[in-house]
């Protein structure tokens, strides 16, 4: 409403204008009867050419202009006009006036200016001129309802008798510019002494169709079958087809030195063959073009641009139907207005600061292309006013999210940002409706972790120590669980609870829980001496992984509750961290999880086991990095071939080659002792699964 308040009292006209004039560089292209209208153009190149050649200085001879009409004529132009106002007798005698006069009234179709304003010429229609007989049904009526009195002009400057009375048409040149001088739309008509008189462009039509019906009404003038949309002051807005000379044109030396070479009997040039082609049955127009004549008007198409050129652009508009019209002004303040409820919907849904930015910029964008999409349907779609009410809704609607919802996502942030993940966090923020108990399925990778022998460790130093281990330990896989995109469950002591695929699904949540088990060892790895050297004994940590469907979610009482994770899935995870102690390894992961793993990692086959609480057997593995697996690739097929032969209850064999690797495995020392176990006492029903009795 504000940006619609500043758009009626005209505050934005000037900054709208200049979008226009954007809009018209950028699209302006040839209508469908460019080609049917030339210009002869009156430039310093003819001017400096008279003076060479003919010796001819300025103000030429209205002789000149008589043999430019007979040529005109003899090249059978369609229509002739001239932007060039003759008011006074002509310094070189009666005869030069004659001269003109003879050869415009050879001419049928020839349309000449007069130039009607409020303080020069005469106040009446002189009775020796031809009383224009132009009518416009409606005008009076339409005079009245608009209140229009800049139509009506009290004074004219006119032609000499013998150019007024030998025109087949006399047209009004005279033309305001918009505020700031630039020629954008022009009046099509204008009254004097009660007899209308068309501007220069609709009379060059005009001439050609004497019997042409005009009829005015609201917001539209129509010329026989062409339609015209006007404003309440007459004015239509024009459609320029391209900078200055769009329109196909010739310099008038050109054309008087082919006329000079008829009178002579000389044959002309192929230049002058080709033009003479080119002008039959065309609207020809001549104007000035010369800077020092000072017929050059600012356009939007350049700064540069004579005013015969406004003139044909009037006439392509009118035989090509395609005037530019105002957009609607009741649409215009709906589509203002839609924008701006729309771009609040937006933003109020899609509240970050980023968002907001993004929603604006594309915001911003949508009300330009709409404007480029009417003026190809040839409507000015004001532009300034939309862009000022979506530009004010962002910022309001960036205040109030920053008074309200920010204050509330803030709150939300600081906290829980010491408890939760930031994408626990950025969910929270996201879906607020999340705070409330209740869950989901899903499937998750799962990550349980303790450090070895911590009860002794602890045992060892006094509370302040050990806090500063953990919060240094901790905060060292926190970080890379994150960069992860795990969340973390709970601490529990020294132990980490952590899973993968919730809140926020993340498609490789198997790879990436292996990736960071594996990361934070190296990580330990990197600590580990320095570690030693203050608490004098090595950290390890053992890693459990399994992958499997819980249930995620805000789990607790109504007043205290913690995201977090049930399952079996999670059960088998707590157990996986455990059976490290059996094999002397320090990650292993579940069936579940290698088969996901699409070898991203190189795993070794450890064992079946059957762990505490648990009666279906699974298979782990041992996950490590292709180069480790490469440095011991021998152990391994060795461990292997081993395991293999376990699995059959061949326990003897299986010995040996444990035996043959102990000391280079940790895991194979466990088998030799496993395998002398069982050949002691063979198991009654093998099926090669490894029962855990303790977790």
Known sequence: MIALL??????????????????????????????????????????????????????????????????????????????????????????????????????????????????????????????????????????????????????????????????GLLCNVQHTPDADGVFRRIKLFNVFDQKIFPTLGLGTYLVLHPQALLQINAGRLTVDDHQIPIDQHGNVILQYRGPERTHPSYSVAEMLLAESRVLARESPTEREMAISRDLQGKYVLFGFSAPGLKDLRPAPVGGIYSGVEINATLLDNLLSDDFMARFPLWLNIIVVLSFAMICTLLTTFYSSPLQNVALGAIALIVPVLCSLCLYRLNFWLPLVVQELALTLTIVFSLVNNYMTEGRQKRFIKDAFKQYLSPAVIEELLAHPEHLKLGGERRELSIFFSDIQGFTRISEKLNPEKLTALLNEYLSAMTDIIHEESGTIDKYEGDAIIAFWNA?????????????????????????????????????????????????????????????????????LASRLEGVNKQFGTYTIIS?????????????????????????????????????????????????HEGLTLFYHGNFTAALDIFSSIRLLDSAAEVYVEKCRDYLKHPPSDWHGVWVMTSK
């Open 6 to 167: 500043i758009w009626a009292v005209g505050w934005l006209e000037i900054w709208e204008a200049k979008t226009w004039d954007w809009r018209v560089l950028f699209l302006a292209r040839p209508g469908k009867a460019t080609e049917d209208i030339r210009l002869i153009l009156l430039d310093q190149k003819s001017l400096d050419w008279a003076a060479e050649e003919w010796g001819l200085p300025w103000p030429w001879p209205r002789e000149v202009y008589a043999h430019l009409v007979n040529y005109c004529r003899r090249n059978k132009v369609k229509v002739l006009a001239f932007d060039v106002l003759f008011t006074e007798f002509s310094q070189y005698g009666v005869e030069d006036d004659t001269a003109l006069g003879n050869a415009l009234a050879e001419f049928p179709f020839f349309v000449a200016p007069l130039f009607l304003g409020d303080t020069t010429g005469a106040s009446q229609w002189p009775a020796d001129f031809p009383t224009p007989r132009l009518s416009i049904t409606g005008l009076e009526e339409w005079l009245i309802q608009t209140n229009t009195k800049d139509l009506v002009l009290p004074r004219a400057l006119l032609p000499i008798s013998e150019i007024g009375q030998n025109a």
């Open 591 to 639: 069936q579940m999880t290698n088969d996901l793993l699409n070898d991203a990692f190189a795993v070794r086959e450890l064992a079946r086991v059957a762990v505490v609480g648990r009666q279906e057997p699974v298979t782990v593995y041992e996950p490590m990095t292709w180069e480790t697996y490469h440095s011991q690739k021998q152990i391994f097929i060795s461990f």
């Open 503 to 571: 809140p926020l699904s993340v498609p490789d949540h198997a790879i990436r829980v292996v990736r960071a088990a594996l990361r934070c060892q190296a990580r330990l790895d990197e600590m580990r001496p320095a570690i030693y050297e203050r608490i004098g004994q090595n950290l390890y940590m053992r890693v459990g992984i399994n992958t499997g469907p819980a249930v995620v979610g805000n789990m607790g009482s109504r007043s205290r509750f913690d995201y977090t994770m049930l399952g079996d899935a999670v059960n």
